[in-house]
């Protein structure tokens, strides 16, 4: 029997239909019902493709004793937070102040008349094990403990309830201090170059801020770092040398063994940061490749017809149709056995020579490929590899590879070769922009004209079909939209288009039409969340069911949406010449100096703004030298303009000043970095 969530659009939480316990979405229905029967609201935060949300589910939402207990004492409520990731946000930081530290699943138990948290947790086992506690326990407790101790009670919820308040509370700097700027650069650096002990992640806004700062010669060892940064995201197992794409993190520090799943935001990402680290001069065969097979990867399983991407695909995978449960991994790893007898001796002395392949195995005694060496492959690996797609996809060369939108459909459907994991085709906004913003810097570094038409639709499907009398919406599930936009889908938009005009300049394609779309969806921005008070940008719209209204500044897997969009105010300052664009940045810069004072390491996008503002420069040019200037200049844009003098060939300006008009391209250069490091000037 089905409960509430059967009829969701979400695909996490259909997921959680069959489960026995009697489930919620979050509405106002669900929280009056909780107060009205005195119960504790159980909120359940997750996404589609987790691998814990998975096993979760699998294990206590599907216990009966779990559920009956569940059921007659709490009121359960299932959140995605792909959705909802304004609910999300304010409830990870009450688990992180709780505990130390934050996750998916996330669980949180709050009190039905003001939703305010007392007790969460991540992950809760059925059964005592890895240190935590069974949860019918962890329900019995809670249940006791909201009966029969309300002063304490009270007590903790005026606690986390104040630390949530002190977190939207933001005290304004007086003026925009440049010398947070090389403070946060050398901060962050040592963030990307520290060796860590445990999982890696990308950490993309880390890194990129790394490499901007790399430009300066104070920060000589940044383009070490960033390099490495780059061949660990090429060379191992986080990318899929078989099939394009990377998974969201390894779990050991060696960059080996993922959690499997491939998360769309992931790889736009990592796609703009590779090919900035190639126009910076570090020109790695593999960091081309992979960003060739990740767009290969794109088109072939993450691409509406209509033209968006999908959000994620899972990072489990059933190995036989009559498989009760998933097995993590499964579709992308090889067992030692299956290699000897797929590929010839000298094929597989190659692959061993190429990759590290241990009989042993070093995922569960099967073996996750992963690159020995950087440099371009050897003449014979791409036949040996098209060996190993064609046993995962059942030929050796597919265009489209249809998605499993369910367990059912990959149970059931008849694969040629492996049956692969759940696909979640939903699209997101934010995350479908940062996949634009990669393909347009990979374009234009790359001069590849089918990545660009790859971002161009996808933006097109957005303009046309996510905007309407109630704004600008977040989600469209199989045509149609849903969700008022946040922040973060507003923010990172912009950047695409306006990284859309960039590249089409580059690639001398009409690129206005991309300029006004920013310009107008900006304007839309600032009308919706702006925050008058204070400044800065509210992370949602004001809504009776948030605890807090927040104004995002925390850098995560994702940059913060408010680092992003103040970059875009000081862009869109040089290319409109609308310089209210540029006060704005200016008082968000204020607004968060504190942040960026106290916490530089929390904040790097804020940083990369505050570098941008502070180095903003423009290149008004007819045109021929955006074929040739393929340099990183990550705080340039460029302007087509027909008023030149005649023998001009670019005119550098900041702001309201511009240089002697530059008339050899090595004039120019010099022009450019002197205009992109003037911030270290005495002011």
Same mark, same amino acid.
């Given at each position: 029997?089905?409960?509430?969530?059967?009829?969701?659009?979400?695909?996490y939480?259909?997921?959680?239909?069959?489960?026995?316990?009697?489930?919620?979405?979050?509405?106002?229905?669900?929280?009056?019902?909780a %107060?009205?029967?005195d119960k504790?609201?159980?909120?359940?935060?997750?996404?589609?493709?987790?691998?814990?949300?998975?096993? !979760?589910?699998?294990?206590? *939402?599907?216990?009966?004793?779990?559920?009956?207990?569940?059921?007659?004492?709490?009121?359960?409520?299932?959140v995605?937070?792909?959705?909802?990731?304004?609910?999300?946000?304010?409830?990870?930081?009450?688990?992180?102040? !709780?505990?130390?530290?934050?996750?998916?699943?996330?669980? !949180?138990?709050?009190?039905?008349?003001?939703?305010v948290?007392?007790?969460?947790?991540?992950?809760?086992?059925?059964?005592?094990?890895?240190?935590?506690p069974? *949860?019918?326990?962890?329900?019995?407790?809670?249940?006791?403990?909201?009966?029969?101790?309300?002063?304490?009670?009270?007590?903790?919820?005026?606690?986390?309830?104040?630390?949530?308040?002190?977190?939207?509370v933001?005290?304004?700097?007086?003026?925009? +201090?440049?010398?947070?700027?090389?403070?946060? &650069?050398?901060?962050?650096?040592?963030v990307?170059?520290?060796t860590?002990?445990?999982?890696?992640?990308?950490?993309?806004?880390?890194?990129?801020?790394?490499?901007?700062?790399?430009?300066?010669?104070?920060?000589a060892?940044?383009?070490?770092?960033?390099?490495?940064?780059?061949? +660990?995201?090429?060379?191992g197992?986080?990318?899929?040398?078989?099939?394009?794409?990377?998974?969201?993190?390894?779990?050991?520090p060696?960059?080996?063994?993922?959690?499997?799943?491939?998360?769309?935001?992931?790889?736009?990402?990592?796609?703009?940061?590779?090919?900035?680290?190639?126009?910076?001069?570090?020109?790695e065969?593999?960091?081309?490749?992979?960003?060739?097979?990740?767009?290969?990867?794109?088109?072939?399983?993450?691409?509406?017809?209509?033209?968006?991407?999908?959000?994620?695909?899972?990072?489990?995978?059933?190995?036989?149709?009559?498989?009760?449960?998933?097995?993590?991994?499964?579709?992308?790893?090889?067992? =030692?056995?299956?290699?000897e007898?797929?590929?010839?001796?000298?094929?597989?002395?190659?692959?061993?020579?190429?990759?590290?392949?241990?009989?042993?195995?070093?995922?569960?005694?099967?073996?996750?490929?992963?690159?020995?060496?950087?440099?371009?492959?050897?003449?014979?690996?791409?036949? &040996?590899?098209?060996?190993?797609?064609a046993?995962?996809y059942?030929?050796?060369?597919?265009?489209?590879? =249809?998605?499993?939108?369910?367990?059912?459909?990959?149970?059931?459907?008849?694969?040629?070769?492996?049956?692969? =994991?759940?696909?979640?085709?939903?699209?997101?906004?934010?995350?479908?922009?940062? !996949?634009?913003?990669?393909?347009?810097?990979?374009?234009?570094?790359?001069?590849?004209?089918?990545?660009?038409?790859?971002?161009?639709?996808?933006?097109d499907?957005?303009? @046309?079909?996510?905007?309407?009398?109630?704004?600008?919406?977040?989600?469209n599930?199989?045509?149609?939209?849903?969700?008022?936009?946040?922040?973060e889908?507003?923010?990172f938009?912009?950047?695409?288009?306006?990284?859309?005009? %960039?590249?089409?300049?580059?690639?001398s394609?009409?690129?206005?039409?991309?300029?006004?779309?920013?310009?107008?969806?900006?304007?839309?921005?600032?009308?919706?969340?702006?925050?008058?008070?204070?400044?800065?940008?509210?992370?949602a719209?004001?809504?009776?069911?948030?605890?807090v209204?927040?104004?995002?500044?925390? +850098?995560?897997?994702? =940059?913060?949406?408010?680092?992003?969009? &103040?970059?875009?105010?000081?862009?869109?300052?040089?290319?409109?010449?609308?310089?209210?664009?540029l006060?704005?940045?200016?008082?968000?810069?204020?607004?968060f100096? @504190?942040?960026?004072?106290?916490?530089?390491?929390?904040?790097?996008?804020?940083?990369?703004a505050?570098?941008?503002?502070a180095?903003?420069?423009?290149?008004?040019?007819?045109?021929?030298p955006?074929?040739?200037? %393929?340099?990183?200049?990550?705080?340039?844009?460029?302007?087509?303009?027909s008023?030149?003098p005649?023998?001009? &060939?670019?005119?550098?300006?900041?702001?309201?000043t511009?240089?002697?008009?530059?008339?050899?391209?090595t004039?120019?250069?010099?022009?450019?970095?002197?205009? @992109?490091?003037?911030?270290?000037r005495p %002011?």
């Amino acid at each position: 029997m089905t409960n509430r969530l059967a009829q969701s659009q979400s695909l996490y939480l259909r997921k959680h239909a069959e489960n026995p316990i009697d489930w919620w979405p979050w509405c106002d229905e669900a929280l009056a019902a909780a %107060q009205r029967a005195d119960k504790p609201i159980f909120l359940s935060i997750g996404y589609s493709s987790c691998h814990w949300c998975t096993v !979760m589910e699998g294990e206590a *939402f599907s216990d009966d004793e779990i559920a009956t207990y569940m059921n007659a004492n709490f009121l359960p409520i299932k959140v995605d937070r792909e959705e909802r990731p304004d609910i999300d946000s304010i409830y990870m930081q009450a688990v992180q102040a !709780m505990t130390g530290q934050g996750g998916w699943p996330l669980n !949180m138990f709050l009190s039905p008349d003001d939703r305010v948290p007392f007790y969460g947790g991540t992950y809760f086992p059925v059964e005592p094990r890895y240190g935590r506690p069974g *949860f019918i326990d962890v329900l019995q407790a809670i249940r006791n403990f909201y009966d029969a101790d309300k002063d304490k009670l009270d007590s903790q919820k005026q606690t986390l309830y104040e630390h949530l308040r002190s977190m939207t509370v933001l005290a304004p700097s007086d003026s925009v +201090d440049l010398a947070l700027l090389q403070q946060g &650069i050398a901060a962050n650096i040592e963030v990307v170059a520290r060796t860590t002990q445990g999982p890696s992640f990308p950490m993309i806004p880390y890194a990129a801020i790394a490499l901007q700062g790399s430009r300066f010669e104070s920060n000589a060892q940044a383009l070490v770092a960033c390099q490495q940064r780059g061949l +660990d995201l090429a060379l191992g197992g986080i990318y899929d040398h078989v099939g394009g794409g990377w998974h969201r993190y390894t779990v050991d520090p060696n960059w080996t063994v993922p959690h499997f799943e491939k998360m769309l935001y992931d790889n736009g990402q990592v796609m703009e940061y590779l090919a900035n680290l190639w126009s910076a001069g570090v020109q790695e065969p593999a960091f081309e490749r992979a960003i060739a097979k990740t767009v290969e990867w794109l088109r072939r399983e993450m691409t509406a017809e209509s033209g968006y991407f999908y959000a994620a695909q899972d990072a489990d995978n059933f190995v036989q149709p009559t498989d009760l449960e998933p097995e993590e991994g499964r579709f992308y790893v090889w067992h =030692p056995a299956e290699l000897e007898e797929l590929l010839t001796a000298d094929e597989l002395t190659t692959l061993t020579a190429t990759f590290e392949i241990q009989q042993t195995g070093n995922f569960e005694g099967r073996i996750v490929l992963k690159r020995q060496e950087s440099g371009p492959f050897p003449a014979e690996m791409e036949g &040996i590899l098209s060996k190993l797609f064609a046993v995962r996809y059942g030929r050796a060369s597919v265009d489209r590879f =249809p998605p499993a939108q369910d367990n059912d459909e990959a149970k059931n459907y008849d694969w040629p070769g492996r049956i692969p =994991p759940v696909t979640d085709t939903k699209m997101i906004v934010a995350w479908n922009s940062l !996949m634009i913003s990669g393909l347009a810097r990979a374009a234009a570094v790359f001069r590849q004209a089918g990545y660009l038409d790859l971002a161009i639709t996808a933006a097109d499907f957005i303009l @046309q079909n996510q905007r309407g009398t109630e704004g600008l919406q977040r989600l469209n599930y199989a045509g149609k939209s849903a969700v008022s936009a946040q922040s973060e889908d507003y923010a990172f938009l912009i950047k695409a288009l306006l990284d859309l005009h %960039q590249a089409n300049l580059m690639l001398s394609v009409e690129a206005e039409p991309w300029l006004e779309a920013a310009r107008q969806l900006q304007s839309e921005f600032d009308e919706r969340l702006w925050a008058i008070e204070g400044g800065g940008y509210y992370s949602a719209e004001a809504a009776d069911d948030l605890l807090v209204r927040e104004r995002s500044w925390l +850098d995560n897997a994702t =940059p913060a949406a408010n680092g992003v969009a &103040i970059a875009n105010l000081t862009r869109l300052a040089l290319l409109t010449e609308d310089l209210a664009h540029l006060d704005r940045a200016e008082q968000a810069l204020k607004t968060f100096g @504190q942040i960026m004072q106290n916490s530089p390491t929390a904040c790097p996008s804020l940083v990369s703004a505050l570098d941008q503002y502070a180095n903003h420069t423009l290149i008004r040019t007819a045109g021929d030298p955006l074929t040739t200037l %393929q340099a990183y200049l990550p705080t340039t844009v460029f302007k087509q303009v027909s008023d030149l003098p005649a023998s001009t &060939i670019g005119l550098v300006c900041q702001g309201l000043t511009c240089q002697e008009p530059a008339e050899t391209m090595t004039q120019l250069q010099e022009q450019l970095t002197q205009s @992109q490091q003037r911030s270290l000037r005495p %002011q």
